[in-house]
């Protein structure tokens, strides 16, 4: 078991921030890569310029959500499927 931090914020280690997660669910509340053409966790834009919402869980494909026209249609059905598949432990895009 490891700790994680609630809101990503390593220096933020107030108790009600922290909580134990196994490396799976420790490594599910990360914000993502930082260099990316799209700028939500889970979105990627495709050579035709639509927008591909994908889950992934350890650098793999966990689930494939769709292809969107836009950007925000993307990240919020990434959230709704995130947040099924993962509970607490989701990085959403959009607060609830």
């Known amino acids: 078991m490891q700790i994680d931090h609630i ?3 390593v220096a933020n280690n107030s108790p009600h921030n922290l909580r134990l997660a196994d490396n799976g669910q420790n490594q599910t509340n990360t914000r993502g890569q930082t260099k990316r ?9 495709s050579k ?4 591909i919402a994908q889950c992934k869980q350890k650098g793999k494909i966990n689930k494939y959500i ?8 993307a990240a919020k059905a990434y959230d709704r499927v995130a947040l099924a598949e993962f509970g607490q432990f989701a990085f959403l895009n959009f607060t609830a």
């Open 37 to 45: 053409r799209c700028k939500y966790k889970g979105v990627t834009v």
């Open 66 to 73: 769709g292809i969107f026209d836009t950007e925000d249609e």
């Open 7 to 9: 809101d990503g914020d």
């Open 48 to 51: 035709s310029g639509r927008y």
